[in-house]
């Protein structure tokens, strides 16, 4: 079997059968000339499917080690995609440390159309036996969490679920399929934003779902046909450019990171550090109270004020008031997340300007 990066780099690329193309053409078309009504040559309509789809797909699904993926216009496009797995009146178990977003889609649209969500700490894989219910269908884990970085037992609380009938999704976007293979781990689905570090370079927004399950596939590109969650063909062609580096990237990201944990650690500012030990994220308090930190992240020069994460560039970001703003205060203490929490996205810079940044700004608020 073919290594990571070469699976990157060659799966869903293979060159173009009519030109010779070694890198294949981006079919920006809308619509499919068929031979007869309803007789076509496996496309109609590009909201539908598309061959930049497809070469993206095998090759997300080649790296998370799985039989089939599906690619949706963003990373909430593929949540909801998965959330129409569900009728009304079903229940969702999650953890409660996750990315903004994916609380604001819960709270403010599934539960407006009928789904109910139990948050639970993924931390201890027994809260989400504990919170099943006659209704439950599906648990909703994302490990790595955003912003608070912990981990939770994939195999431990897939078991749960398949010993209960229930689905089970992975939200994989921190650490990625060269770090984490949930679908390896007993998960039904696992899920991207590839906007983030598939991507890669912070030009482009997608998202994707992988799976073993064929009838799940065919349930997520229905979902993306029917709710018009589609990517578009030059969005996937970018995405899989990117891809093609993510084994390297990620490696960097990693070895930048923990360069950075350790500086931090020794730093007489720093109050709080969460790192998994893998990966390129980092969250810190610092010492200073929000205002000051506040003034902190707004001064770095290489380290860019913005939301997002996982490109090429180094990010910072003040969760409480940027990813997170969408969660009430009262939801945000309950997990830990304080107002004073600063989410690091290290970038593949030379990691000693990394931190002569970081030693730079803190030292003016010594």
Request: proline share 4%.
């Amino acid at each position: 079997m073919a290594g990571f990066n070469t699976k990157a780099v060659h799966e869903g690329q293979a060159p173009d059968k009519e030109t010779g193309a070694v890198i294949p053409p981006i079919y920006q078309t809308s619509t499919y000339q068929q031979e007869s009504p309803a007789v076509n040559k496996g496309f109609d309509y590009t909201r539908a499917d598309n061959p930049n789809y497809r070469n993206l797909e095998a090759a997300i699904a080649a790296l998370e080690e799985a039989d089939f993926a599906a690619v949706f216009s963003s990373g909430l496009g593929a949540s909801l995609g998965v959330l129409n797995l569900l009728q009304a009146g079903d229940h969702i178990v999650s953890g409660s440390d996750l990315y903004g977003g994916t609380y604001r889609l819960f709270k403010q649209w599934g539960e407006r159309f009928g789904l109910a969500f139990t948050f639970v700490d993924a931390v201890h894989s027994i809260n989400f036996s504990k919170a099943i219910q006659k209704n439950t269908k599906l648990f909703w884990m994302e490990t790595p969490t955003n912003p608070l970085l912990k981990i939770c037992d994939i195999q431990a609380i897939a078991k749960i679920a398949k010993a209960k009938k229930i689905w089970s999704v992975v939200d994989n976007t921190f650490a990625t399929p060269y770090f984490q293979k949930p679908l390896g781990l007993g998960a039904d689905m696992s899920l991207h934003s590839t906007t983030k570090y598939i991507g890669g370079h912070s030009d482009v927004i997608g998202g994707a779902v992988a799976t073993n399950n064929s009838e799940l596939k065919k349930k997520l590109n229905f979902a993306r046909m029917a709710l018009g969650l589609n990517p578009s063909p030059f969005d996937c062609w970018l995405t899989q450019r990117g891809l093609k580096t993510l084994g390297l990237r990620m490696e960097r990201h990693q070895e930048n990171a923990k360069k950075i944990v350790s500086f931090l650690k020794r730093h007489r500012l720093v109050q709080r550090i969460c790192y998994p030990g893998f990966g390129g994220m980092v969250s810190v308090e610092f010492k200073l109270g929000i205002e000051k930190t506040k003034r902190l992240i707004s001064s770095f020069q290489f380290f860019t004020l913005a939301e997002s994460l996982g490109g090429v560039e180094s990010l910072v970001n003040h969760p409480a008031t940027m990813t997170h703003a969408s969660m009430p205060a009262s939801a945000r203490a309950k997990i830990g997340l304080s107002d004073s929490l600063v989410r690091f996205s290290v970038g593949i810079e030379d990691a000693g300007d990394l931190i002569f940044d970081l030693e730079d700004a803190l030292a003016r608020f010594e």
